[in-house]
């Protein structure tokens, strides 16, 4: 699939998500926040994607991804613009499944 931002499969593939496709057809890395990760088995269908950061996810996220990626592959991410040492030890204490 050969699939760019403005392209009609784009939007309806993954709605919601503007430039996704454009990203991974340059890049095998992608950041997502929990709320964005029903889209995985679907971009994995598309793309090559070796490494998944979840932003702000716990430990229920991280293994509901482990049938699509290995524990290595997966990153604990945080995007906090006033978050100050709360934010980032709470990323911190769930940023990890028992396999």
């Known amino acids: 699939m050969n699939c760019f931002p ?7 593939l993954f709605p919601g998500i503007p430039g996704l496709a454009g990203i991974l057809e ?18 994995l269908d598309a793309y090559e994607i070796r490494s998944l950061t979840v932003i702000d996810g716990k430990e229920q996220d991280f293994a509901g991804l482990l049938p699509y990626f290995d524990p290595e592959d997966l990153i604990a991410g945080g995007y906090a613009p006033d978050g100050g040492r709360e934010y980032w030890e709470d990323v911190s204490a769930h940023a990890f499944v028992f396999v």
């Open 26 to 43: 340059v890049q095998n890395t992608l950041s997502l926040p929990t709320h964005r990760l029903r889209v995985i088995p679907d971009l």
């Open 6 to 12: 403005e392209d009609e499969c784009c939007s309806t």
